[in-house]
């Protein structure tokens, strides 16, 4: 098993080399190291490698996590299921949340960013897998959304997440990640400012990159597995 700075430097550059076969500029590219499950330590080892951006799925977990390592300059990534009920528990730390896919959502995290005078930032999360268990809107479910955020002043919409099916078939890996660019397309036409599109983990973030991926989500390649 590699270092974690091994690892995080072949992630780093194997992301650049996607990004200049593909045409991309890999400076828009923003790796979120995934270290769910995994010990403070393994991120205190990522973040003296020069990592500062780290997914959690669980809340409870990030707010342990966040609670623990107070670097001022660390941006934590919410990536998972949100309970409504504990979103109080994270919006101290959070500087982003991927999952959010309901109006009510958006009001708690509203709510809970405006006690904390802070501004949260936001990605919708929507289906591109057909599969109900990985949550999300549908794309046409977007605008509604979009609308609902507009005026809130605690909480910024910057794009959509999505995940793929887990599949060796990587035309519909393709697919899926051509339907989350095709959505956030659309909607810069009323939201000229929307941007990110995190998609991609350990095993498709090449295909990611491909379909113009600005937030990539990788944890077992660089964290070892769970
Ligand atoms: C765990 C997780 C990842 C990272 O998965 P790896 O396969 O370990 O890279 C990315 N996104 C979400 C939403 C996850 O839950």
């Known amino acids: ?10 992630s780093l550059s194997s992301i650049d080399d996607a990004a200049r076969l593909f045409g991309k500029n890999t400076d828009d590219i923003c790796l979120v190291a995934v270290s ?3 010990p403070v330590d393994m991120i205190k080892e990522a973040y003296e490698a020069g990592q500062r951006h780290f997914g959690e799925n669980r809340m409870l977990e990030l707010q342990e996590k966040a609670t623990a ?8 990534h919410m990536i998972g299921t ?7 528990y994270i919006a101290p730390y959070v500087h982003w949340i991927h999952s959010v896919y309901k109006a009510k959502q958006l009001d708690e ?3 809970r960013a405006a006690q904390n005078n802070r501004i949260i930032q936001v990605l919708l ?7 109900d268990q990985k949550g999300g809107c549908l794309p046409t479910q977007v605008p509604d959304l979009l609308a609902h ?11 959509l997440m999505g995940m793929a099916k887990f599949t060796d078939n990587k ?15 659309h909607n810069k036409v009323q939201y000229p400012k929307l941007r990110e599109l995190s998609m991609g983990m350990s095993n498709d973030y090449i295909i990611a990159i491909e379909e113009g991926a600005t937030m990539l989500r990788i944890g077992s390649a660089i964290f070892g597995g769970r």
């Not at 949100?82 to 979103?87: A, E, F, G, M, Y």
């Not at 999360?125 to 599969?131: A, F, G, H, L, R």
């Open 171 to 185: 035309e519909e890996i393709h697919t899926s990640f051509r339907l989350l660019a095709n959505t956030l397309f």
């Open 36 to 38: 769910k499950t995994k």
């Open 109 to 111: 995290i509203e709510k």
């Open 1 to 10: 098993m590699p270092s974690i700075k091994d690892s995080l430097k072949n």
């Open 149 to 159: 955020a507009e005026p809130m002043e605690h909480v910024v919409v910057r794009g």
């Open 125 to 131: 999360q929507v289906n591109i897998s057909d599969e």
């Open 69 to 76: 390592l107070t670097y001022p300059d660390i941006q934590w």
């Open 82 to 88: 949100l309970q409504t009920n504990k979103i109080k």
